[in-house]
């Protein structure tokens, strides 16, 4: 059974990066049959989604963070990163990582079907 | 990017059943039908419910069932349980590879 477990320092000063980890354990990052994502969700807000990325190396942003975004995999420590630079107060939210399985009938991988049980990091000084 | 529209809130009555909607748009939820949904307590993580519009992930109950008209999907939620209390989310794949998630909807059960 997949297993997704965040990490990474919960404060963050203004204009600083980001900096998370996510460890997979119960099987591989490297497995082609699933992308890899972080989504985030601010204080009482709903759920954004960030990024995802196969071990491959395709990758994919949404627009609105795509300047300050780098997602990536280390595939020998089977982790799932995210950097996000100049930080600002509306970055503060809990950080989520996820599998990104396909569709049955498509081949279009969009739903988180394992989540972690997310990160909380505040961006303050 | 605009996220899907979904009503802020729904209730209903243990035994009833209550459909929450999430309405897109021409480049997401009307033209794939790559649509899911998940529930979400407070203070845990998001839980996948459905996916491509009408599956449900092995040991989620036949209570939850899902649909799609035009550029609106619904979760639909039968004999509604206490348990079911909690936030609901939809989400869709977008055109140009990316994803978009639903303003959230609170689920009182009343």
């Known amino acids: 059974q997949v297993q997704l477990q965040e990490s990474g320092p919960g404060l963050v000063k203004p204009s600083q990066t980001l900096s998370l980890t996510c460890t997979v354990s119960?099987?591989?990052?490297?497995?082609?049959?699933?992308?890899w994502s972080w989504i985030r969700q601010p204080p009482g807000k709903g759920l954004e989604w960030i990024a995802y990325?196969?071990?491959?190396?395709?990758?994919y942003y949404t627009p609105s963070l795509k300047s300050r975004v780098t997602i990536s995999i280390d595939t020998s420590k089977n982790q799932l990163s995210l950097e996000l630079s100049s930080v600002t107060a509306a970055d503060t939210a809990v950080y989520y990582c996820a599998r990104v399985a396909k569709a049955e009938d498509y081949f279009y991988y969009y739903f988180m079907d394992v989540w972690g049980t997310g990160t909380t990091v505040t961006v303050s000084s | 990017q605009s996220a899907l529209t979904q009503p802020a809130s729904v209730s209903g009555s243990p035994g009833q059943s209550i459909t929450i909607s999430c309405t897109g748009a021409s480049s997401d939820v009307g033209v794939y039908n790559l649509v899911s949904w998940y529930q979400q307590h407070p203070g845990k993580a998001p839980k996948l419910m459905i996916y491509?519009?009408?599956k449900r992930p092995s040991g989620v109950s036949n209570r939850f069932s899902g649909s799609k008209s035009g550029d609106t999907a619904s979760l639909t939620i039968s004999g509604l349980q206490a348990e079911d209390e909690a936030d609901y989310y939809c989400s869709a794949y977008r055109s140009s590879t990316t994803l978009v998630f639903g303003g959230g909807t609170k689920l009182t059960v009343l």
């Open positions: 990325i196969h071990y491959s190396g395709s990758t």
């Open positions: 119960g099987g591989s990052i490297r497995s082609g049959d699933y992308f």
């Open positions: 491509d519009v009408s």
